[in-house]
Nanobody
Framework: QVQLVESGGGLVQAGGSLRLSCAAS????????MGWFRQAPGKEREFVAR???????VYADSMKGRFTISKDNAKKTMYLQMNNLKPEDTAVYYC??????????????WGQGTQVTVSS
Protein backbone atom coordinates (compact mmCIF):
# COMPACT_ATOMS: atom_id res chain seq x y z
CA GLN A 1 0.00 0.00 0.00
CA VAL A 2 0.99 3.59 -0.68
CA GLN A 3 -0.69 6.49 1.06
CA LEU A 4 -0.60 9.84 -0.71
CA VAL A 5 -1.43 13.27 0.71
CA GLU A 6 -1.52 16.40 -1.42
CA SER A 7 -1.02 19.93 -0.17
CA GLY A 8 -0.29 23.38 -1.51
CA GLY A 9 -3.52 24.20 -3.27
CA GLY A 10 -5.28 27.52 -2.87
CA LEU A 11 -6.62 30.64 -4.52
CA VAL A 12 -4.33 32.56 -6.88
CA GLN A 13 -4.79 35.25 -9.50
CA ALA A 14 -4.25 34.54 -13.17
CA GLY A 15 -0.55 34.68 -13.99
CA GLY A 16 0.42 33.58 -10.51
CA SER A 17 2.15 30.45 -9.28
CA LEU A 18 1.53 27.60 -6.88
CA ARG A 19 3.59 24.61 -5.83
CA LEU A 20 1.74 21.42 -5.00
CA SER A 21 3.28 18.67 -2.90
CA CYS A 22 2.41 15.01 -2.63
CA ALA A 23 3.78 13.22 0.41
CA ALA A 24 3.93 9.43 0.22
CA SER A 25 4.12 6.79 2.91
CA UNK A 26 3.99 3.03 2.91
CA UNK A 27 5.62 0.92 0.23
CA UNK A 28 8.77 2.11 -1.46
CA UNK A 29 8.02 5.43 -3.11
CA UNK A 30 10.78 5.12 -5.66
CA UNK A 31 9.34 1.91 -7.14
CA UNK A 32 6.45 3.72 -8.79
CA UNK A 33 5.78 6.17 -11.54
CA MET A 34 4.14 9.17 -9.95
CA GLY A 35 1.56 11.32 -11.67
CA TRP A 36 -0.56 14.42 -11.31
CA PHE A 37 -4.13 14.53 -12.56
CA ARG A 38 -6.84 17.15 -12.24
CA GLN A 39 -10.60 17.31 -12.36
CA ALA A 40 -12.56 20.47 -13.05
CA PRO A 41 -16.25 20.77 -12.14
CA GLY A 42 -18.39 18.82 -14.58
CA LYS A 43 -15.40 17.37 -16.38
CA GLU A 44 -13.57 14.08 -16.36
CA ARG A 45 -10.31 13.65 -14.51
CA GLU A 46 -7.42 14.36 -16.86
CA PHE A 47 -3.72 13.72 -17.01
CA VAL A 48 -1.40 16.58 -16.10
CA ALA A 49 2.11 15.15 -15.82
CA ARG A 50 4.04 12.13 -14.67
CA UNK A 51 7.56 11.28 -13.55
CA UNK A 52 9.08 7.83 -13.76
CA UNK A 53 11.23 5.99 -11.26
CA UNK A 54 14.35 7.30 -12.98
CA UNK A 55 13.05 10.84 -13.36
CA UNK A 56 11.78 10.95 -16.93
CA UNK A 57 8.90 13.37 -17.29
CA VAL A 58 5.89 13.75 -19.58
CA TYR A 59 3.37 16.59 -19.63
CA ALA A 60 -0.03 17.17 -21.13
CA ASP A 61 0.28 19.59 -24.02
CA SER A 62 -1.54 22.45 -22.31
CA MET A 63 0.85 22.32 -19.34
CA LYS A 64 4.12 22.22 -21.22
CA GLY A 65 6.32 25.19 -20.39
CA ARG A 66 4.15 26.23 -17.44
CA PHE A 67 4.18 23.21 -15.12
CA THR A 68 7.18 21.30 -13.78
CA ILE A 69 6.95 17.94 -12.07
CA SER A 70 9.73 16.76 -9.79
CA LYS A 71 10.31 14.45 -6.87
CA ASP A 72 12.61 13.89 -3.93
CA ASN A 73 12.95 10.16 -3.28
CA ALA A 74 14.66 10.71 0.06
CA LYS A 75 11.69 12.77 1.26
CA LYS A 76 9.15 10.55 -0.53
CA THR A 77 7.59 13.67 -1.94
CA MET A 78 6.55 14.72 -5.41
CA TYR A 79 5.99 18.29 -6.51
CA LEU A 80 4.14 20.19 -9.20
CA GLN A 81 5.36 23.73 -9.78
CA MET A 82 2.66 25.63 -11.63
CA ASN A 83 3.49 28.98 -13.21
CA ASN A 84 1.50 31.42 -15.32
CA LEU A 85 -1.73 29.92 -14.04
CA LYS A 86 -4.92 30.45 -16.01
CA PRO A 87 -8.56 30.35 -14.91
CA GLU A 88 -8.96 27.12 -16.90
CA ASP A 89 -6.41 25.50 -14.57
CA THR A 90 -9.00 25.65 -11.80
CA ALA A 91 -9.58 22.08 -10.62
CA VAL A 92 -8.98 19.59 -7.89
CA TYR A 93 -5.46 18.24 -8.36
CA TYR A 94 -4.71 14.63 -7.47
CA CYS A 95 -1.44 12.79 -7.15
CA UNK A 96 -1.23 9.13 -8.00
CA UNK A 97 1.24 6.25 -7.99
CA UNK A 98 1.31 3.28 -10.30
CA UNK A 99 2.67 1.79 -13.48
CA UNK A 100 2.73 5.05 -15.42
CA UNK A 101 1.34 6.44 -18.65
CA UNK A 102 -1.53 8.88 -19.06
CA UNK A 103 -4.44 6.61 -18.20
CA UNK A 104 -6.10 6.74 -14.80
CA UNK A 105 -6.40 2.97 -14.90
CA UNK A 106 -2.62 2.61 -14.70
CA UNK A 107 -2.48 4.19 -11.25
CA UNK A 108 -3.36 2.13 -8.22
CA UNK A 109 -2.96 4.68 -5.46
CA TRP A 110 -4.54 8.14 -5.21
CA GLY A 111 -4.50 11.05 -2.85
CA GLN A 112 -7.59 12.90 -1.68
CA GLY A 113 -6.94 15.92 -3.87
CA THR A 114 -6.18 19.58 -3.32
CA GLN A 115 -8.23 22.47 -4.72
CA VAL A 116 -6.60 25.00 -7.02
CA THR A 117 -8.65 28.05 -7.93
CA VAL A 118 -7.37 30.65 -10.39
CA SER A 119 -9.24 33.93 -10.53
CA SER A 120 -9.31 36.13 -13.61
Amino acid sequence: QVQLVESGGGLVQAGGSLRLSCAASGRTFSNYTMGWFRQAPGKEREFVARITRIGNTVYADSMKGRFTISKDNAKKTMYLQMNNLKPEDTAVYYCAAGLGGRSLENYNYWGQGTQVTVSS
